[in-house]
């Protein structure tokens, strides 16, 4: 399974390879609430058909009606919606918002070329940034850098593509196969390490990295940083709280691990005896995942994955739920 925009492109990649044209658009800026956030994207084939989406889906007919009426734009540029009060609401958009895209005709063989080396960039695993140059109408790729971010002014749109945030899974099993297919369609790089060859073995999720050195090593080997979630899943102390207690010391945006209330309070015990003060073991989710009432795998890795999204968001939802459990 790859990300969204990854299979947007590839799937546009497809239609010029038909023989048809298509506009790329990307959403650059949004003020107030919008339904699609900066990055987003969507493809349009020449014939209106849709891949993807911009907003709740007004402006995307209106796209599509532009299309239909004016054919392709002859070049690359800057489309606003939503500037007034009444544009907000002929497009759905709520009151006062606004959202700005980047329109972007793909109708030559060096624009079909230049996605064919975006898609090997990510097909690769690696982050690429694209920069658009409005004047020229050039287009450069490269690796992109930590710090390099969705920008767009009169002369240069730069977008980034691939994943950004990394998760890794502790633990082989099925719980994890489904997180980790989950976590791909999210645009996160997973990892997932497992040093029994019964598990191991048996791993067969594409698009995903697999290590059989032990948790902690890998850990460390990673260097966590505040784009990166930990899950443990393998309910086995030896291996999941090896993990644990590395990943508590770092800047990892998410920890959790599975298993009971009862089981993760004995844990919380037993990471007392380490090199650990009160305020990084707290940060430890256990058991993982919103609940939801879960109970089969696939529940559960949709939990997981929830409360992950929710920390990554700085989502409010976390905090009232574990209000509510307390006051409980």
């Known amino acids: 399974m790859i990300n969204q925009n990854q299979d947007i492109l590839a799937r546009a990649l497809n239609w010029l390879n038909e023989g048809h044209q298509l506009v790329l658009y990307t959403v650059v800026n949004t003020w107030g609430s919008s339904p699609r956030p900066p990055g987003s994207i969507m493809a349009l084939r020449d014939d209106g058909h849709v891949i993807g989406s911009v907003s709740g889906g007004c402006i995307e007919d209106d796209l599509i009606s532009r299309l239909k009426k004016q054919g392709m734009p002859a070049q690359a540029g800057i489309v606003s919606y939503g500037v007034d009060l009444d544009e907000a609401r002929r497009f759905g958009l709520p009151c006062g918002g606004t959202i700005r895209l980047v329109e972007e005709p793909f109708t030559t063989a060096e624009a079909t070329s230049n996605l064919e080396q975006l898609l090997a960039i990510l097909d ?54 489904l997180l980790a297919q989950i976590a791909l369609s999210l645009d ?139 006051d409980t």
């Open 188 to 326: 996160f790089a997973v990892t997932v390490c497992d040093p029994r060859t019964e598990y191991n073995t048996e791993w067969a999720i594409p698009n995903t990295n697999l290590v059989t050195t032990m948790p902690d090593d890998t850990v460390l080997a990673m260097q966590m940083d505040s784009r990166t979630a930990v899950v443990a899943l393998t309910h086995d102390p030896k291996l999941d709280d090896m993990a644990l207690i590395e990943a508590l010391a770092s800047p990892a945006f998410y920890i959790g691990a599975l298993g009971s209330k009862l089981n993760n309070n004995k844990r919380r015990e037993r990471l007392q005896e380490f090199d650990l003060d009160e305020d990084q073991i707290a940060r430890l989710r256990g058991p993982a995942g919103l609940d939801i009432g879960s109970h089969t795998p696939a529940e559960i890795a949709v939990s997981i994955a929830a409360e992950i999204v929710a920390f990554k968001n700085n989502n409010e939802y976390v905090t009232k739920i574990d209000s509510a459990k307390t």
């Open 124 to 177: 690769r695993g690696e982050v690429a940034k694209r920069t658009l140059q409005f004047d020229s109408q050039t287009i450069s790729l490269a690796l992109a850098e930590t710090s390099d971010v969705l920008t767009c002014d009169e002369h240069q749109f730069t977008s980034v593509f691939g994943p950004r945030y990394r998760l890794l899974i502790i633990g082989a099993g099925q719980i994890s196969e």
